[in-house]
T-cell receptor
Framework: AQSVSQHNHHVILSEAASLELGCNYSYGGTVNLFWYVQYPGQHLQLLLKYFSGDPLVKGIKGFEAEFIKSKFSFNLRKPSVQWSDTAEYFCAFSYSSASKIIFGSGTRLSIRP | NAGVTQTPKFQVLKTGQSMTLQCAQDMNHNSMYWYRQDPGMGLRLIYYSASEGTTDKGEVPNGYNVSRLNKREFSLRLESAAPSQTSVYFC?????????????FGSGTRLTVV
């Protein structure tokens, strides 16, 4: 079955540290890829998405993600995190014959001020 | 612009009670979804409605029913609540099939079954 793996359940960083959250999907065909963010007590919001074109995608709040097709990966990066980035991050993907988006289990990011 | 509105925000039920979670969107979206979120398990799809008049099961439909009342509204019903249904429930919508658009989520309903 198609699935998404997020390698880290909980990541703890200090402010100004660089961030990379891993994401791998299992599907051999063309995919659409998403990162969602859920701030404490809030609903999920779209951070960025990749449908086609440049595999380096820039999103809101300084986040970016790189699609590497050969590795089935879509890792999320930010050069310098802030305390306000404390949240849970969900990687997700879909494909043309799917009627839904498939979500990973999430990575909780905690930032030490 | 309200987006996706869910009611109630919080609910406590006794085992065996029934309730309906309401969801409405004002973006003229065709597709709507119900997910549950549990710690360490991410979001799991319960039911979805690709378009008005259609509903389909997701990964974890047992114990739930849905109604796509009209294009705006998609409700989730628990007929006989069980402690295993304690969770946070999110409704989402998208203009068409989610793979082409991404979802807009509601703010969630935190349900506790005792």
């Amino acid at each position: 079955a198609q699935s998404v793996s997020q390698h880290n359940h909980h990541v703890i960083l200090s402010e100004a540290a660089s961030l990379e959250l891993g994401c791998n999907y299992s599907y051999g065909g063309t995919v659409n890829l998403f990162w969602y963010v859920q701030y404490p007590g809030q609903h999920l919001q779209l951070l960025l998405k990749y449908f086609s074109g440049d595999p380096l995608v820039k999103g809101i709040k300084g986040f970016e993600a790189e699609f590497i097709k050969s590795k089935f990966s879509f890792n999320l990066r930010k050069p310098s995190v802030q305390w306000s980035d404390t949240a849970e991050y969900f990687c997700a993907f879909s494909y043309s014959s799917a009627s839904k988006i498939i979500f990973g289990s999430g990575t909780r990011l905690s930032i030490r001020p | 612009n309200a987006g996706v509105t869910q009611t109630p925000k919080f609910q406590v039920l006794k085992t065996g009670q029934s309730m309906t979670l309401q969801c409405a969107q004002d973006m003229n979206h065709n597709s709507m979804y119900w997910y549950r979120q549990d710690p360490g398990m991410g979001l799991r799809l319960i039911y979805y409605s690709a378009s008005e008049g259609t509903t389909d099961k997701g990964e974890v439909p047992n114990g739930y029913n849905v109604s796509r009342l009209n294009k705006r509204e998609f409700s989730l019903r628990l007929e006989s609540a069980a402690p295993s249904q304690t969770s946070v429930y999110f409704c989402a919508s998208s203009p068409g099939q989610g793979h082409n658009y991404g979802y807009t989520f509601g703010s969630g309903t935190r349900l506790t079954v005792v």
